[in-house]
């Protein structure tokens, strides 16, 4: 006699419902609703957006970048104003996200900075719900807006 798989396997709704049940999915779109907002701007060389993007963070993070390519640390802008102090203007220096990105385009890591900032800010609103015992609809409205 052949075995049968379960009724669950057979039946799509079933399925659907067992999904809805599941505590994974909501960190999970988290993670791939911002992959999804920005992904026009993943290996195109385009920005996600203009304005101060393109003005004041793309010749800041090409700044950033190519001091620590040279092997420096990046603590002086020479170039903009006759010259600041990255270190209290900006905290790129600081930004644990940077530096594994100086590898990348600057244009990919602008994108990519936004990807990861927006996916930690849903996780970590999402994970705040759940500390405060909010229910899974009000953690995934709150994370996602």
Do not use: E, H
């Amino acid at each position: 006699m052949v075995d049968s798989p379960p009724p669950a396997l057979l039946n799509p709704l079933a399925r659907l419902k067992r999904l809805a049940g599941c505590r994974c999915w909501p960190p999970l779109l988290l993670l791939v609703l911002p992959l999804l907002l920005f992904r026009q701007g993943l290996g195109t060389g385009t920005p996600p957006f203009g304005g101060d993007v393109l003005v004041l963070n793309y010749p800041l993070l090409a700044l950033v970048k190519r001091q620590m390519l040279a092997g420096l640390l990046p603590l002086w802008n020479a170039w903009a104003g006759g010259g600041y102090p990255l270190v209290p203007f900006s905290s790129l220096v600081a930004y644990p996200l940077i530096w594994p990105l100086r590898l990348l385009d600057t244009r990919d890591a602008i994108t990519l900075l936004d990807i990861t900032q927006f996916a930690i800010a849903g996780l970590g609103v999402y994970a705040l719900g759940t500390i405060t015992g909010t229910g899974r609809a009000g953690r995934l409205i709150g994370a996602m807006s």
